[in-house]
């Protein structure tokens, strides 16, 4: 969901004093919103001294994430991506502009299309139920971070492309060292490697044993099709199965927080389980990845572009934030407020915008919807163990997620 450049976050962060003041943990810190909002479009230092633009507004990061001549292409000549490709010649697909972009996108998006998402919402509500009831049946107290946030996306995802659930642990210690501050980078490119060649066995794997999982399918259109080589099968793979846990289960945990934090707007969803698509989308719109300011999806333009009455120069490296423009008072009414039954919660852009949106969008709306009706029903008496403000966090180079999410019955 989003990009940080140069970030030196500790390892741990207590809820409410990361930023000094008494902001939640899972929202953006007050004077930081307030700084979002002096200007749509300005300059600003990165933390590794590069100079480039940031932008905040709503619709000034719409255009920046759907104009050709904001390019990602463009950010990787310059040196602005912090790219796994150092172990491939190739770059992935979020590093691409079309043609090549699409080539890549087309081969994946059918398996992750809205009616084929809403297919799997069956299997997913049987995951959550299971894990559910094994959280009860063990008793109070639990930690629905590592009960539900994370084993549930984790398992879906390893489900749809084909990965052993088994595994789980192995690549997901992998991806925290690729990304976790202090880790040198030879550490962190033979964390990387080792993601790659667990991949790439499972690729060998899917050949020898056909399975009809989307990496078998990456495969066919490999072999037989020649869509994509081996370096872009193998990212492609480690992309989708990374992306496919990490940041679903960042946001599902963060966003259970947010509402056992806000106990009116809790009960709201469990009076009218009508209520859980609208809280979904609200806790997409309100609940941040992170909390760097000068974080978000990153490209450079190929030319000069006039955006937000400013004259951005070709060549510059553009930084969109999409958490801000989240809370952009012109797009959303009192923005700051948490509001579950908000009726433009839709119109956030959590998953970026125009042709790098995500792909999985649909699945993780789902899986966080099902999370929610399937959880507060079950345990009705659900509230947190220890005060919101003694939550902590990790931090990674990409999103800051719960450490843990005690709770009780």
């Not at 501050?181 to 794997?205: H, I, K, N």
Request: proline letters at 7%.
């Amino acid at each position: 969901m989003a990009e940080i450049l140069g970030t030196t976050s500790p390892d741990l962060i207590r809820h409410g004093n990361s930023d000094g003041g008494t902001t939640p943990g899972y929202t953006v810190p007050e004077q930081v919103n307030e700084m979002w909002r002096e200007k749509p479009v300005r300059r600003f230092t990165m933390r590794d001294g590069r100079e480039a633009w940031l932008v905040t507004g709503m619709a000034e990061v719409r255009t920046v994430l759907a104009d050709p001549r904001f390019s990602r292409v463009e950010a990787r000549r310059l040196g602005a991506v912090m790219s796994p490709a150092v172990i491939f010649t190739k770059p992935g697909i979020l590093d691409l502009d079309p043609p090549e972009h699409t080539r890549l996108r087309r081969l994946v998006a059918g398996e992750f299309s809205a009616r084929r998402m809403r297919g799997l919402r069956p299997r997913i509500q049987r995951i959550a139920d299971e894990l559910i009831g094994t959280m009860k049946a063990a008793g109070p107290p639990a930690d629905l971070a590592e009960q539900l946030s994370y084993p549930l996306p984790i398992a879906v995802i390893c489900e749809i492309l084909g990965v052993p659930y088994a595994d789980r642990e192995r690549f997901r210690l992998w991806a925290d060292r690729v990304s976790a501050p202090g880790t040198q980078p030879q550490e962190a490119v033979a964390a990387l490697r080792s993601l790659f060649d667990y991949m790439g066995g499972l690729v060998d794997d899917k050949r020898a044993h056909p399975d009809g999982s989307l990496l078998h399918g990456l495969v066919t259109a490999r072999d037989e099709q020649g869509r994509l080589d081996d370096e872009e099968l193998v990212t492609l793979g480690c992309g989708l199965l990374l992306a496919g846990y990490e940041t679903t289960a960042t946001m599902l945990g963060k966003g259970l927080l947010a509402l056992l934090d806000n106990p009116d707007q809790l009960a709201v969803v469990r009076r009218d389980p009508r209520a859980v698509p609208g809280a979904v989308s609200e806790v997409l719109r309100h609940v941040t990845p992170g909390v760097d300011p000068h974080s978000g999806l990153i490209r450079a333009t190929t030319a000069d572009v006039e955006l937000g009455g400013t004259t951005i120069p070709a060549h510059s490296v553009v930084v969109a934030c999409n958490t801000a423009a989240n809370f952009d008072p012109a797009a959303f009414r009192d923005p700051d407020r948490f509001d579950v039954t908000r009726e433009d919660a839709a119109a956030h852009l959590a998953f970026g915008h125009g042709m790098h949106r995500c792909v999985g969008a649909q699945l993780a709306q789902i899986e966080l919807e099902v999370a929610f009706a399937a959880l507060f029903p079950a345990i009705p008496e659900l509230r947190l163990a220890v005060p919101a403000d003694e939550i902590t966090y990790t931090q990674t180079a990409l999103i800051r997620g719960l450490r843990s999410l005690p709770v009780l019955w």
